[in-house]
């Protein structure tokens, strides 16, 4: 009862009440209040969503102060010195190679920013499964890498607590975390009766409660020290986890929870049960794999029993297995059901149960920085890992529940003094092994290779969801992480029980995935299962070996490797046993998995090699070594094979396992440890069996033989020469290849990464990627590590990332150095490491292009020799591989069959023929104990060669050999045989003498030999020969006779015969040729060179070979008689000569496209080249004389534009933004890295533009203001052509065939898209060419002698006079539609500027600032100004004559009402000034306030066209006349009033002078005068002048003023004139642009003076001061206006810098930091995919949902928004550009590369990232030239979703 009160009372009154009851010293009935109030509240029948038991729990805890202060306080005593912040996946996290000691040491963000890193080698990573901050524990890093707040030893000065700070706590938070851990119970079903969402029900209702435990953790060591207290304490979870007997809810809680318990143990109860029944213990493995293993007969059926089935079958192993068990686990707590004593323990057992849910992660990892927990929480973990690994087996999600696994064990392994810890005391090695074993047992299969019916073996099923899912992962990753601690590693190597055990994990692995070939269809179903078979070999068993293989480097560790190596023999042989192995491998089977050979051959490596064992003592007998050899050399045959589309019918698959297993992350624990026990055997086994068996694995035995015609049972006669190539190679590698034979691991990482470079240019982040590392990454062998660095630098060059036209990145690349070519080109490295056959003839492209640049050979080289590291002494016996007569007879049979010419026998052949000898002649056998062997007598085939020196051998000349061949073969005789007797004697005679050779008949005695010699009884095992029954059936191939053939050659003699043939001479080597022999020469070259150099190689060892080569080429040499010159030989010649005339034929043929192409390249695709001349130059000039000629790029035909069948050019509109970004500052504005730094938008041209449009609308009349300024300064539309005309019915046609096409391009057609049939330049419209008319073009451009006023007459008139309106017609047509276009490229929003939207005025505005927008941006991309003069490039390619036309002839629409012309204005003094203001509610724009430009442009569009130059020159002037004016007005605003006085007064003198209307002085005088009156201008801020203006103005600063105001207009001008007559701009100084300009437009018909005056330019057509005085009266009589706004439009700024993106800063890093975790603006969420736009510096969410508008995503809406549809942006999370043009966008690259030149994108790497600013400029130009369409290629549609 007592409890109801309480809690009807205040919460934070009872929880102050309570905690004084408890602070007194007798606190029983403050500790039994609180109880019951505890039990009422935190009643697990409530609903978990309540939140009231929270409140008060907070309440309680506080002690009646706010929860929040509590905190606070609780928080000031925090001692912790570990940073411990948990996170999850995506966070991003930093790694610091230098400063770990553990490589999976990571640090927040905060932690390594505020470390001292610089020069490190670190790297910024996304986490992918969570992770913790280790800043402070010096067990993982070093503390010279801790950040500055946990490098102080916080835990010392921190006050002690106070006892009853944390009192309520200890009392309330038991009862909460039961109250979970209830909830939990509750919540649990079964899965199989629940669905996934039911177990997440339960845990969303539980939010609040986790969180809440979450936030204890984080408020401090103080908090968390009490959390473990109440975790670990045995007492408290007796009292409360079983509840009260009188509790119902809690019995029945409790029973839930028993139950749950009880399937908890390795072997689930019901298997216990059946187990019993058969009153037989039963092991935790009890599985058929583990029987077999130890060679008890395998149940019947292995795959179909279930799992209770096989405890039943395996009874006996059950046995045998549990004694083995029993003795290495001392505990047999891995098997039984869980117990559980503590909180802790619980909570973690559900957390199982859930499949880790990541709250409760995250909660149980907070806790970790308190010591205490750790350590419990480890063993617990351990306690729990059995059970972890049945759960995962059964979970749905088990990618997800992997990652957050090893999120825990991760932050517990890798510590050494824990693991070691948790490995002493709860057997963690056992658990570990024991359960991997137990996962893998529940999917074996029976393997099938060898013998398929009877085999023993086990393997692993690869298409089980356990292997393709790679579900073994997380334990697979905990094991390798505590072997890498070297004192848990020797405590693993030294339990023998635990490595037997690890030996038959491994064992399922050997021979998984078995292939067999398949000889009839091909197979229908391409499994792709090899993905998961390479994956476990690597994970499950290579890693863990070189874990191992890491601590055995030193000679105290012999005894490791001899027990490992033992081991893996023992296992060999069971595995033999097992699969029923004898001698022969199974025909047409291949698996790559052997790991057992593996482990054997790497121990073995590392004893020799590291430990100075000696390689006798550790190998086996020769027996065993056969068999040992079997497998491996049948991967070498079959990947040989797999080259040879032997398994073609096996589809792409099985090629995908040849290249896998040589690809550079499994190379080292796959084919070198293969090739190394290869080569072990080889220096071990007789060589001629070595031999033999290596051509018949090849099956290229029948291949070896004189004859010419011979007969394959096994191969097609197209497999034959590459699997004689793949034979001759697979020996030159095996008796050349010195990776585990003596070589350092220096040589070893120069021999890999030479052979790298050499196959292709490298990025430095590819060659690490590419160059074998020890995969094991715990191996402390780190690439990256200086080594690595430094090599590099000794053997490549670095090519600086360069940026090519055409638009494609370039990386920096690594490139071999010159003396790399020469010396270290090692192409059986190459072909080793090659995983496609192209890479291999792509480094013999680049050796023989590096020959020819530098001139060593010219011709086609052949694969260098190299010479090899010598041999380390245990391996001395291979050699004798190259000194044995099997070897010598096949080398001698192929060099003869080569010399004959015979089929299948290539250049390749020879060259490795020749390198094998070479190989001999190099590596001398030391001794020749050949005699002491008595059984040499009895060799088959002795009598070829009479020893088995290759020097001896050489020159031993063979005269007869005896060979089967078919009948047909030319060789058979076909004449009886001799009749007389001397004939028959010496027939007889050769008979004998004839040799005979079979490789398998020889393999055969070897192999029954050794046998003998080691067991008498096993040769009743080996197979009778068999080798005369393969041929099936009988009757089908012609019968095989035995004939002789007469050779009388030897070794010597051939090579000399095969250089001759070679080089096409008789005699190509003289007697005395080896005289004057140099040798330097013969390093690199061709076949003859290779012949030479072993010949003089084999010279000097021996004098006797010396001779003999003398002798043969003594005889070859007499030159042969000249009747030889018979009818063939003369066809042959012609044959030469008419090859040489075709060659020649085709070279013209060849040189004269070219020079097509070129000129068409030239015509068609320079984007920035101004040399090239026009292809065609569509000025003016051409117009007027007569009739343009266009070329019609569709249909080829030439001919003029006509109003039926207009021509049109090619052209691209767009929508630019480009202009309004301009400002007025130089400097670039700077990206915002900081909450401190802005960018404002205000002072960018756009902005000024609309200000200024916007003030003139509140006070005048629309219309008129819609004449007095220009839009299009953001969205004006820009017009660029790549010069190409075509038929506009041509292309209307072209259009639909493009409709029509299925093709995905990458534009839309509907949108009018297309790209030019002839450049392929994207273009999206066709403008019309206006037929030239070549009529008055004399007279228009005849310079004018009319006077001024005559010509402002003409003009007048010709503005009154509508032009003839233009006929219907279909050019008429057509220009209407591109009008139609042109207002279709930019939104509404930038063409509708009037108070009436769609008024005619409107209209007008929006078509004159499209030409003022084209002219502007011509102006841009000249670089501001016109100093280049010249046909620019983009005058080249202008279209603006064409544009012209097609704007006046719509604005013809449009006549001005001459009332209001501002002609008039312009050129006349008007009288009538009253009558305006009555009528008129709003008046016209005053001359001055209006844009200069925009006038020019406006009257020419609207005068008839062609428009004679001297009216265009009339245009110009008084133009000017206002431009002045409004300089001189602009310009006496800013001076001082004191100035303003003087000049006032100085300029009046000059008035009356006969030039003062060409003085500045006078006109400023006047228009000072003017303004002053009536609402004078000038009053405004008269103050602030006077602070600013400090300097005074002299005549010449002012005319420099003045001349700057004016150049705009006149560059336009200019510019204008250019492209409507065709003049050429001239070149000048920029000091000299005003006059030079003033020149061009016929201003100034004096050449310039020293001095120039602006004001002498001007020319009135009227009295200058009077037209001043009405201009300056229009503004001082408006009545309703501020002056400050007068002043405002008065002050025009004409001065716009180029346009600029924003500035990056150097460092990447910056904006990351700054930009990845920062809000968006918009929707106040930290975007997932945030993105930069880099023309205005606005953050926005890349593909955000939260900020789409209309189904138009952020990014999207942005770039319509700032750029007019073109948006550039900077993808924070990947480092990349995107462009975004209209619908379209495409990836441009990066701006920022690390150290080595490499983009990183999406941040993969995470090495520091720098500025390229030439990249950056790049980007820069093709924005301002808007050619993003044009060079960037690959373009996508985005449907709005960026």
Known sequence: ??????????????????????????????????????????????????????????????????????????????????????????????????????????????????????????????????????????????????????????????????????????????????????????????????????????????????????????????????????????????????????????????????????????????????????????????????????????????????????????????????????????????????????????????????????????????????????????????????????????????????????HISVQLFSNEELARHVTEECQLLDIMVTVLLYMMESCLIKSELQDEENSRHVVVNCSEALLKNNTYWPLVSD???????????????????????????????????LNKRELNEHVEFESQTYYAAFAAELEACAQPMWGLLTHCKVKETQEYSKTVVRYCLETLQIWFDAIG?????????????????????????????CQGLDLDSLLPDQEMLMKIMVHPLQIQASLSEIHSNMWV??????????????????????????????????????????????????????????????????????????????????????????????????EILRGEMVSQLCMNDRTHSALLDLIPENPNPKSGVVPGSCSFEEMLSAVADFKAPVFEPGGSMQQGMYTPKAEVWEKEFDPIMVVLRTVYRRDVQSAMDRYSAFLKQSGIHTGNPWPPYKERTALHPCYKGLIKLLHCKTLHIVIFTLLYKIWMDHPNVSEHVLCMVLYLIELGLDNQVQDNKEDEEPCIEEHCHDSWFPGTNLLSNLHHVINFVRVRVPETAPEVKREAPPSTSTEASSYGQNLREAQVFSLVAERRRK?????????????????????????????????????????????????????????????????????????????????????????TKAATRSCQIKRSIQDICGKVSPPVPPKKNSPADKKTMDKEERRQRARERQQKLLAEFASRQKSFMETAMDVESPDTEAAMDLGASEVMESEVLYDCVICGQSGPSTEDRPTGLVVLLQASSVLGHRCQSKAAKKLPTSDEEHIYAADTCGVAHDVRLTLMQRFFKDSSCLQSVSIGWDGGVYVQTCGHTLHIDCHKSYMESLRNDQVLQGFSVDKGEFTCPLCRQFANSVLPCRPGRGTEAGAWHTPTSKKTFVLVKEVEDLQ????????????????????????????????????????????????YSVARTNLELELVHRG?????????????????????????????LYSIDSAYNPWTRLTQVTQDREADGLDEERPEVPMLFRDVPSLLIIFVLTMPQPLRKEHFSCVVKMLYNLQFTQAVAALSTKFSPEERQAWRA??????????????????????????????????????????????????????????????????????????????????????????????????STSAPSDIVHSASYLNWAVGAFDLVTQWCAEVTGLSHMQADQSLALLVQEPQWTAPRLLQLPDNYNIIFQYYHRKACSACKKVPKDPALCLVCGTFVCLKGVCCKQQGVCECVLHSQHCGAATGIFLLINASVIIIIRGHRFCLWGSVYLDAHGEEDRDLRRGKPLFLCEERYRVLEQQWGSHTFDHINKRWGPHYNGL
């Open 1360 to 1407: 009154e006079k509508l032009g003839p309106f233009p006929t219907e017609s279909n050019l008429s047509k057509e220009m209407e539609l591109v009008i139609k276009d042109v207002k279709n490229t930019t939104q509404k929003k930038y063409m509708d500027y009037g108070k009436n939207p769609g008024s005619p005025d409107n209209d007008f505005l929006f078509m």
């Open 479 to 513: 094991f390798i992480n505590i072997l890498s601690h070297q004192s848990v590693a020797k405590k693993f190597l030294e339990d023998h029980s635990l490595l037997m055990l690890w030996m038959s994990f491994v064992s399922f692995f050997q021979g998984m995935n």
């Open 1424 to 1452: 501001g100004n016109l100093c280049s003069g010249g046909a620019s490039a983009s005058a080249k390619r202008s279209c603006l004559n064409q544009l012209f036309h097609v704007l006046a002839m719509h604005m013809r």
């Open 1 to 406: 009862m007592m409890a109801a009160s309480l809690l009807r009372r205040d919460k934070k009154a009872t929880a102050a009440h309570l905690k004084a009851d408890l602070s007194r010293a007798d606190n029983s009935p403050g500790v039994r209040q609180l109880r019951e109030l505890l039990d009422s509240v935190l009643n697990p029948e409530k609903p978990a969503t309540d939140t009231e038991a929270l409140d008060w729990c907070k309440c309680l805890i506080a002690g009646g102060e706010g929860f929040d202060e509590f905190c606070k306080t609780v928080r000031s005593y925090d001692n912790a010195t570990l940073c411990g912040l948990v996170w999850t996946a995506n966070f991003v996290a930093y790694r610091c190679r230098a400063c770990g000691i553990s490589p999976c040491m990571s640090l927040c963000a905060e932690c390594f920013n505020n470390g001292d890193h610089t020069g490190h080698d670190f790297n910024m990573f996304r986490s992918q499964a969570g992770g913790a901050c280790d800043c402070g524990d010096a067990n993982v890093m070093r503390e010279s890498g801790f950040c500055r707040r946990h490098r102080l030893r916080t835990g010392e000065n921190v006050p002690s607590i106070p006892r009853d700070l944390l009192l309520m706590s200890e009392m309330v938070l038991p009862h909460f975390i039961l109250c979970i851990i209830q909830y939990l119970r509750d919540g649990y079903i079964e899965p199989d009766t629940s669905t996934e969402r039911d177990l997440q029900k339960v845990l969303q209702q539980l939010e609040p409660q986790i969180s809440f435990l979450e936030e204890l953790t984080k408020m401090g060591g103080a908090m968390r020290t009490v959390l473990t207290k109440i975790l670990t304490n045995q007492q408290t979870f007796k009292e409360l986890s079983m509840g009260q007997e009188e509790n119902l809810y809690a019995q029945k809680n409790y029973d839930k929870y028993l139950s749950a318990l009880q399937n908890s143990g390795l072997v689930s109860v019901e298997d216990k049960a059946q187990g019993a029944t058969a009153d037989v213990p039963v092991g935790a493995e009890g599985g058929a794999g583990a029987m077999v293993l130890l060679g008890t007969p395998a149940p019947e059926s292995p795959d179909e029993s279930s799992k209770e089935e096989d405890q039943d079958a395996g009874q006996s192993v059950g046995q045998r297995k549990r004694v083995k068990l029993s003795s290495s686990t001392k505990d047999s707590c891995i098997i039984e059901s869980l117990k559980h004593k503590c909180f802790l323990e619980e909570l973690l057992f559900w957390t199982i149960k859930y499949e880790f849910p990541q709250k409760m992660v995250t909660f149980l990892l907070n806790m970790l920085p308190d010591q205490d927990y750790k350590i419990t929480f480890t063993k617990t973990f351990v306690q729990h890992y059995a059970f972890i690994m049945k759960t995962l087996m059964k979970s749905h999600e088990s990618d997800t529940m992997s990652n957050r696994i090893v």
């Open 581 to 609: 192995f004898i001698d022969e491998p199974a025909p047409n089977q291949v698996t790559f998995h052997l790991p057992l050979h593996r482990y054997y051959a790497m121990f073995l490596s590392k004893a020799v090699k």
């Open 1007 to 1095: 192999f029954q030999e050794i046998i003998n010699r080691s067991n008498t009884e096993a040769a009743q095992v080996v197979r009778p020969k068999s080798s005369s029954t393969r041929w099936v059936p009988p009757g089908t191939p012609p019968q095989l006779v035995t004939e002789i053939l007469e050779i009388r050659e030897s070794m010597l003699s051939l090579l000399i015969k095969l250089h001759q043939k070679l080089s096409s001479k008789q005699n190509s080597l003289s007697a005395s040729w080896l005289e004057d022999m140099d040798a330097s020469r013969h390093a690199h070259g061709d076949g003859i060179t290779a012949i030479e150099r072993i010949l």
């Open 1546 to 1643: 100085s300029g009046a003198l000059k008035k009356d002078l006969e030039n003062a209307d060409s003085s500045f002085e006078a006109l400023l005088s006047h228009v000072i005068e003017e303004l002053s009156k009536d609402k004078s201008v000038y009053k405004v801020n008269a103050e602030e002048t006077l602070m600013l203006s400090s300097s005074v103005w002299s005549p010449q600063s002012i005319e420099f003023s003045l001349q700057q105001l004016c150049l705009p207009f006149l560059r336009l001008s200019c510019l204008l004139q250019h492209h409507l007559y065709g003049d050429d701009l001239t070149g000048c100084l920029e000091e000299e642009e005003f006059t030079s300009l003033a020149v061009c437009l016929g201003l």
């Open 649 to 746: 019918r096996n589809g792409l698959q099985i090629k995908g396992q040849a290249m896998t297993y040589v690809q550079s992350h499994f190379c080292n624990s796959m084919i070198d440890p293969d090739i190394y026990l290869l080569q072990v055997c080889a220096s071990r086994l007789d060589p001629d069996y070595f031999i033999s068996s290596v051509f018949e694995r090849f099956k290229v035995v029948d291949l070896l033989t004189m004859a010419s015609q011979h007969q394959n049972a096994v191969l097609d006669s197209e497999q034959e020469r590459p699997m004689l190539e793949g034979a001759l190679t697979f020996l030159v590698i095996l008796t050349s290849l010195r990776v585990h034979l003596g070589m350092t691991d220096d």
